[in-house]
Structure formats: C-alpha cells, structure tokens
C-alpha cells in the first residue's frame, strides 16, 4: 500500500517536471523569437533615421535634427537591449557557440581602464570621483565582451552613487585568476539582495529606470570565460563592491 502511494508520487512528481521542463524549453523559444524579430525593424528605423539625419530626405531643421537625435539614442538603447535579451536566451539554451567568444590574449588593465575612461564626463557632471588602477595580467578573453561587462559595472556604480567616488582596480589575486574590483560608495543594498541582483530583470525596491539585464549579462560572460563574479555590500546607504575574476594567461 505504502509502496504503491509512494510510487503514484513519483509518477505525478516525474509528470510534473516534464511539464516544467516543456514550458522552460516554449519559454525560451518565445523569448529567442521576439528578441529575433524586434530585431530587424530596429534595424530598419535606426537606418531611416540615419538617412534622414544625413539630409538623404531633405534639408533638416535644427529642431527636427534634435527630435530624430532623441529617436536615434532611443532606438539605440532598445537595440542594445534586445541584443542582450537574444544573448541570455542563446546562453538559456546553450547554444553558447552562436555567442562566438572571439578569445585573444589580452592585457586586462589596458581594456578595463580605457572602458573606465570612457565614462569620466558621466562622472564629472555628477560630481563623482573616479579612479583606476591597474597591476600588469594577462587573460584569454572576447575584447568586445569584456568591454560590455566593464560598462554594466561601471555604469552601475555610477547611476547608483551620488557622492564620494567610484573606483575600479585590476590586479592577479595569486591563485590563477584576474581581478578586476568595481567599488562605489553608491546607495549599496540589502544583503538578502546580493545573489538576486544577477537574475533577468531583478531590481532591487525602489530602483528608478533600467531593465535588470545587465548583472545577468555579466555574469553569463564571465562565467563563459571561466571566471566567476559577485556582489558585496554592507547594506543600503554603504556602498557597494562588486568583483570578477578571469583566468589569467601565463605572459
Ligand atoms: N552598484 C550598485 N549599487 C547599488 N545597487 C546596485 C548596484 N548595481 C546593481 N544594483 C542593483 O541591482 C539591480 C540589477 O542591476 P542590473 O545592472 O542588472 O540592472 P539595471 O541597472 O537596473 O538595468 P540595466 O542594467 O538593464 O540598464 C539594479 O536595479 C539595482 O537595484
Ligand atoms: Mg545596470
């Protein structure tokens, strides 16, 4: 009798997780498609936009040149995030080789500090501190998508702190990896919000704009590269430290 209830379990529990299973996989096909096919009409409007603002229509007016300067930097952004939703979904269903990781040896500081560059008038208009500094390593790693991972980081210790600085260093933490350390002295977080920060579209209470898709995205390129990455703060208005490491090259 006992055996026979327990194996009724079994079956609906093996039922169960088929039907999971099934929705994960139709889950993850939808999300691949529409990020596919938002795609191309982008492509379409970014490509109007451009022709228009080259004058290929027409003389433009200066306010006209503005408004179309609004829809170019906001199809940019929807470009960008569309990219990033079609990456998470190819990463979901492991077809990881179609992210095409271009790997070169590469000397960290050099990328992570002009990414960091990139961002001094950002900070400069909020009144932030920005700082780097960088201790000579090598990694095997996709240029464009370190660059990508800097500027997830970076840019989040810049929207997030609004006064004192944002640093950032490189240096081998002495068992094979790079590191590479963004600190901020930003609005910080509760520790219970540590690890889901890096899940899709997870935003901490209260958090103004944004999708939530960056800390995924960083975290599946790290982890593509063989590195690891976390979040460290010691709760909100302290600041906030966030780290990834990547497996350094022999020179
Ligand atoms: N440096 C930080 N300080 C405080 N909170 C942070 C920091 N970085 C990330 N967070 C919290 O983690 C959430 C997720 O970050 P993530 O970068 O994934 O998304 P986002 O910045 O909100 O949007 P997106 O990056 O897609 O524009 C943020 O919304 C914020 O609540
Ligand atoms: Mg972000």
């Known amino acids: 009798m006992q055996t026979r209830r327990i194996l009724e379990r079994d079956r609906r529990l093996a039922m169960a997780n088929e039907q999971l299973r099934e929705l994960d996989t139709l889950k993850t096909n939808f999300f691949s498609n529409v990020s596919h096919d938002l795609g191309t009409p982008m492509t379409v409007i970014k490509a109007a936009v451009d022709n228009m603002l080259d004058g290929i229509?027409?003389?433009?007016?200066?306010?006209?040149?503005?408004?179309?300067?609004?829809?170019?930097?906001?199809?940019?952004?929807?470009?960008?995030?569309?990219?990033?939703?079609?990456?998470?979904?190819?990463?979901?269903?492991?077809?990881?080789?179609?992210?095409?990781?271009?790997?070169?040896?590469?000397?960290?500081?050099?990328?992570?500090?002009?990414?960091?560059?990139?961002?001094?008038?950002?900070?400069?208009?909020?009144?932030?501190?920005?700082r780097f500094e960088g201790t000579d390593a090598y990694a095997m790693v996709d240029r464009e998508k370190l660059v990508r991972i800097v500027v997830n980081l970076v840019g989040n210790a810049v929207k997030f702190t609004d006064e004192g600085e944002v640093s950032v260093s490189v240096k081998p933490d002495g068992r094979g990896f790079v590191q590479t350390i963004v600190k901020d002295t930003g609005k910080g977080l509760p520790k219970e919000e540590l690890d889901k920060i890096f899940e899709p579209f997870h935003q901490v209470k209260g958090t103004m704009g944004g999708t939530g898709l960056g800390l995924p995205i960083v975290k599946q390129f790290v982890e593509l590269h063989g590195g690891r990455v976390w979040a460290e703060s010691a709760g909100q208005g302290t600041g906030c430290t966030v780290t990834f490491t990547l497996p350094e090259a022999k020179s």
Do not use: H
């Open 57 to 130: 229509a027409g003389a433009v007016t200066e306010k006209q040149e503005r408004y179309l300067n609004r829809i170019k930097a906001n199809a940019d952004r929807l470009s960008n995030m569309i990219r990033d939703l079609l990456d998470l979904s190819r990463i979901d269903r492991g077809q990881t080789d179609l992210l095409q990781l271009n790997l070169a040896k590469i000397m960290v500081r050099d990328v992570v500090g002009e990414t960091v560059d990139d961002f001094r008038p950002m900070v400069e208009e909020k009144g932030v501190g920005l």
